[in-house]
């Protein structure tokens, strides 16, 4: 079977433009061949009679009434979404064969009797035919007026008027007719010999029924583009096997068991399109469901990740802000001295300057950390960084009253990173082992920053403190953004600090330090050449 062309329109997951799929195909072809083996089960008892089962007809013509009504509702649902004219002429095909089920209904004989309702022997059968071809007629009009350009809406005037006009005409319509077939009693063609058989008049219904429906079926087949085209052919069949099994199985015997089996075709017809309808509408309804939850994370995951780059960028900016400040007072008070110390004072204006242009290369990393390029990635000497570092906090050093112990292994391999980000690692992990040792009383503040190589060409660096330490239902979540353990943390720091080095290749975790604080390890891969000249790469 050639495959449908996929449709280019503006709404692509509707019923009427999404191209049907393989599951729907197989789908389809199963309901058929389930309705081919019912119509082979019926047929050896087709002309049974089945006498007072004239009671089951209101129940199956208000079934039918109630899915067609429905149905239409929905196809103008469609075509107000999608303006699309075919749409139009489906639904109101439905809403009128639905609205001749009415009078159908009412005049079928020895239903509604006792009523008072005898329209007349030809009515009911004149009614039959009237439905029996005008459906048809509308899907190979809907068939036809399908292939205009689906990227524009086909209908340019009042979607709403358009729809109440169509509605309207089509109970004008139905009324009409049934007016002029309840008033010309007398003239009607002579289809029925009796209330139960028909004439050989009535057989020419039939073939132009299958004429129809044949004609429509080519039709669709031939430009079938959508789910609701498929379905449309599955509905066509099935007519053709109901008028089949009505006309020539039971030999148009009313009320026997192939003209009930006829009707359960009927049915089933009528229901098809209102199941895809239903089920598409639930489709649709649970994509664009998920959808919304989906851009609804990815909003909150936007404003997360600002919310994350505001914090980072304050708390890495903190420190030089607060040494900036802390040298200008100590400025101010070497020259408000009765004795100024301009040295001094000079001193610490230079540390002022040093700091802004630390800030101003923190603000720099920040942003080539989020940059993909790797331009700023220089072979670099770990124990200079981590020298450079500890002299950078040697005041920190001397106010919390911390030792410093190092053991760095002499000619490590060279690694490859971005001097300023991590200057900052460093920084902030000897940061946050001078803070946890703050509350430390009784024992030494001892800081112990230590560098090996792994094999193979790969550098370790730990930061230990003796403070109380991190415990280990804690260590998952202190790199977690926004989690911290001090009182006036951001929780930004080890988060920074892992990202910079997972984005250098390395790996960053917490463990407990023997007997007592924390020890937080890095390790980085060493550079390819391994010989670059130390130091100068990492100013």
């Known amino acids: 079977m050639r495959p449908p062309r996929r449709v280019q329109g503006d709404h692509p997951f509707l019923l009427s433009t999404s191209p049907p799929t393989r599951n729907q195909e197989r789908l389809a072809v199963c309901v058929l061949a389930v309705l081919v083996a019912e119509l082979l089960v019926t047929a050896p008892f087709a002309r049974i009679p089945l006498p007072g089962t004239e009671i089951l007809l209101p129940a199956y013509g208000a079934a039918i009434l109630l899915i067609e009504l429905i149905t239409s509702a929905l196809l103008l649902a469609l075509f107000s979404v999608q303006h699309s004219r075919a749409v139009l002429v489906l639904a109101i095909g439905y809403l009128f064969s639905g609205l001749m089920v009415v009078p159908w209904m009412l005049t079928f004989p020895g239903v509604f009797e006792a009523l008072g309702l005898d329209a007349g022997l ?61 008033a010309n009693d007398d003239s009607l063609p002579n289809f029925m010999r009796n209330a139960r058989n028909v004439t050989g008049l009535w057989s020419y219904i039939p073939a132009m029924a299958i004429f129809l429906y044949l004609t429509a079926l080519a039709v669709l087949f031939a430009r079938r583009r959508s789910v609701l085209d498929l379905w449309l052919m599955v509905v066509l069949c099935t007519l053709l096997i109901e008028i089949i099994l009505l006309s020539y199985v039971s030999a148009g015997i009313r009320l026997s068991v192939g003209w009930w089996g006829g009707r359960s075709y009927g049915l089933a017809s009528a229901s098809m399109v209102l199941l895809v309808l239903l089920s598409e509408s639930t489709t649709l309804y649970a994509r664009v469901a998920r959808s919304v939850s989906a851009e609804r994370r990815a909003r909150e995951t936007r404003l997360t990740a600002m919310e994350a780059l505001s914090a980072l960028i304050a708390h890495e900016i903190n420190q030089p802000l ?150 280990p239902e804690l260590r998952g979540r202190i790199f977690e953004p926004f989690f911290t353990t001090k009182p006036d943390g951001m929780g930004m720091g080890l988060m920074f600090c892992r990202l910079i080095i997972e984005s250098g290749g390395g790996r960053l975790w917490a463990d407990g330090n023997v007997p007592h604080g924390a020890v937080f390890r890095f390790t980085l891969p060493g550079s390819d050449d391994g010989v670059w000249p130390v130091g100068e790469q990492a100013r």
């Open 122 to 182: 030809q009515v009911t059968a004149s009614i039959a035919a009237l439905r029996r071809l005008g459906f048809p007629l509308f899907v190979l009009a809907y068939a036809l007026l399908k292939d205009g350009p689906a990227s524009e809406p086909r209908f340019h005037g009042s979607v709403p008027l358009a729809i109440v006009g169509s509605v309207a005409g089509a109970f004008a319509a139905a009324g009409m007719l049934t007016w002029f077939i309840l």
């Open 322 to 471: 607060a040494s900036m400040v802390t040298n200008a007072d100590a400025g101010l008070r070497w020259l408000e001295k009765e004795n100024p110390d301009p040295a001094e004072a000079q001193a610490a204006l230079r540390r002022i300057v040093n700091d802004g242009h630390r800030a101003g290369r923190v603000i720099e990393s920040i942003r080539a950390m989020f940059k993909k390029e790797a331009r700023d990635r220089v072979p670099l000497d770990v124990n200079r960084l981590i020298e450079e570092v500890l002299a950078r906090c040697r005041d920190d050093v001397r106010l919390g009253r911390v030792t410093v112990e190092t053991a760095l292994e002499p000619g490590l391999p060279t690694v490859t990173g971005n001097p300023i980000q991590l200057q900052q690692v460093l920084s902030n992990l000897v940061s946050n082992a001078i803070d946890a040792m703050c509350s430390v009383t009784g024992r030494a503040r001892v800081l112990r920053v230590t560098s090996r190589s792994q094999a193979p060409g790969e550098v370790m660096v730990s930061v230990e403190d003796s403070g109380p330490g991190v415990g």
